[in-house]
């Protein structure tokens, strides 16, 4: 029998009530508020099918953390850089294959900057530790679900400030 200590820890995923938006002018403003919040070294992983809003809820996160630059999708270079009282990455990893994630130099960006990444389940596990999880559903034409998790550390403390900022409306 393995020793005690040697268990897998228990998990620590926590997360919060879905929250439904009802325009993308709503996804937005949530996205600014959460962008209020962040500083360098953070990242939020943002998981959900094609036109959930991702990109949608970026532009929100960028103009929240004081960047003025118009967000579009990094889709063939994968990640842009937009500058700000702090660097804000963006990326989107949809074309992302096998392990080249590796090669974009993540870690050392992240520490310059806050980071958020489209499809960013695919970053590997070491890299999304720390970080706020938000998944996005489809729930009709024009409503969205947000999730919001993480398993601890930074990740924790984003929970809380999303969990303020999606439990008081933020309503457009
Ligand atoms: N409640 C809503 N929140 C966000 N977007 C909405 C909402 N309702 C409708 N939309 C529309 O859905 C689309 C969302 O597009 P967006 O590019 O943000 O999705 P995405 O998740 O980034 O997709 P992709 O995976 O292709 O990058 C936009 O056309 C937007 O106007
Ligand atoms: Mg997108």
Redesign the pocket.
Known sequence: MRPLSRRPPPSRRAAAAPRS????A??RALGAGLGARLRAGDLIVLT?P???????FVAGLAEGAGCGARVR?PSFTLINEYEGPMTFFHL?L?RLEGHDAEGLGLEERCEQGAMVA?WGEKLPAHVRADALTLT?TVAS????TITAGADGGRGAELLAAWEAIAGAGARA
């Open positions: 938006t009802a325009s993308d709503e996804t959900g094609l036109g959930a809003g991702k990109t949608c999708s989107d949809y489209e996005f034409e024009h409503e969205r």
